[in-house]
């Protein structure tokens, strides 16, 4: 089928989202625990005890599956984390580049190094790791400084990595709802001069500042060049669990990021695994999440999962990949999220899928 002969009557056609935040190292994993975790924490002790027992050919299994999942529902452009640490070493990173090679040409794959704690002699040996983890090719330095002991210590030592070896960053930054940032931080030290692209991925907690402090902070990460992934799905289902009432909806200040001029994504975060049980690698979903519980407008929320993902990845803007998707609107599309589509690479059709509908009813 060459693209001009295919026939888009009925379809809304629009620019290839991207995957700026995924996990593909703990994708399709969610029916090996038993219990769903109660929070962000269980969930992280639950899957290290977990990561132990994998191999290098089940990880690359899962997250080619997951890939393609997210392929045939329009991403061609995917970052996703890798654990890098105790009792997973190098073994997710060595899939995932290894399932980057394998669908290059299909789907743009950049692996993101993730490990913690990375500060003084508790991370003596992760900073090992993930040193290895760039020679092994890996293309981002990550981390989670709030997870950490010393945060700043945490981010010196990724912004020191990812400068020697000429890489991005990409942070998990402070993905909870207490009242602590250390955003403010990762902006002082980024305008001190790092070179290379820097990431801030959830920020939750700046959400449940008043709003001079998101203001002046969302003014901070702008100066910066910081871009901020918010990833609405596994926020919203693990934040402030325990909460009994007025639970935070643990998603940034989106509104005042945008506002002051910060290059803002929406990220999918985790496919079914034990973080997030029904995420499914759709942008179509995420697009509809930020509307739903970021309370963004309809083309402000799918932009941040198109070309504000791909900015946030440093993926040029000028590319010809697309989506069309059945329906007549933009906000039809993200009402029904139907699986009929047609993702084209380059101008040309990648994947279709097709949805029947047969009604008995009808004479």
């Not at 999942?69 to 899939?95: F, K, N, Q, Y």
Request: hydrophobic letters at 45%; proline letters at 6%; a negative charge.
């Amino acid at each position: 089928m060459t693209p001009h002969e295919l026939d888009l009557s009925g379809y809304v056609l629009l620019p290839a989202p991207a995957e700026p935040h995924a996990h593909l190292d703990k994708a399709l994993t969610a029916n090996r625990v038993k219990v769903q975790a109660g929070d962000l924490d269980a969930a992280i002790e639950a899957w290290h005890e977990h990561r132990r027992s994998l191999d290098t050919a089940d990880i690359a299994e899962r997250a080619e599956g997951a890939a393609r999942i997210s392929l045939a529902r329009g991403v061609t452009a995917i970052r996703t984390h890798v654990d890098v640490g105790e009792g997973i070493e190098l073994r997710a990173a060595e899939a995932l580049v290894q399932v980057r090679e394998q669908l290059r040409g299909l789907v743009d794959i950049q692996v993101v190094a993730l490990s913690y704690p990375l500060s003084g002699a508790a991370g003596a040996a992760n900073r090992a790791l993930v040193r290895e983890a760039l020679e092994l090719g890996v293309d981002v330095v990550g981390g989670a400084p709030h997870i950490d002991a010393d945060p700043v210590g945490h981010m010196e030592v990724c912004l020191a990595l990812a400068a020697e070896f000429e890489r991005p960053v990409d942070l998990h930054m402070d993905e909870h709802t207490r009242s602590s940032l250390d955003l403010p931080e990762l902006a002082q030290l980024v305008n001190q001069g790092f070179p290379h692209g820097v990431t801030a991925s959830h920020c939750s907690s700046l959400g449940m500042q008043p709003p001079p402090i998101q203001q002046r902070v969302a003014a901070d990460v702008a100066a910066a060049g910081i871009s901020v992934v918010s990833c609405p799905g596994t926020n919203l289902h693990l934040q402030a669990q325990r909460e009994p009432t007025a639970k935070p909806r643990g998603i940034t200040a989106l509104q005042a990021l945008l506002d002051a001029g910060v290059t803002v994504a929406g990220g999918g975060d985790n496919v079914q695994d034990f973080f997030h049980p029904l995420g499914c690698g759709d942008p179509l979903q995420t697009a509809a999440l930020l509307v739903i519980g970021g309370q963004l407008d309809i083309p402000t929320a799918y932009r941040l999962v198109s070309e504000g993902a791909r900015a946030a990845m440093g993926l040029s803007r000028d590319h010809d990949d697309q989506l069309a998707v059945r329906g007549s609107s933009l906000q039809e599309v993200l009402a029904t999220t139907t699986e009929d589509r047609v993702v084209l690479r380059a101008g040309a059709p990648l994947v279709r899928t097709r949805v029947v509908r047969e009604d008995s009813t009808s004479a």
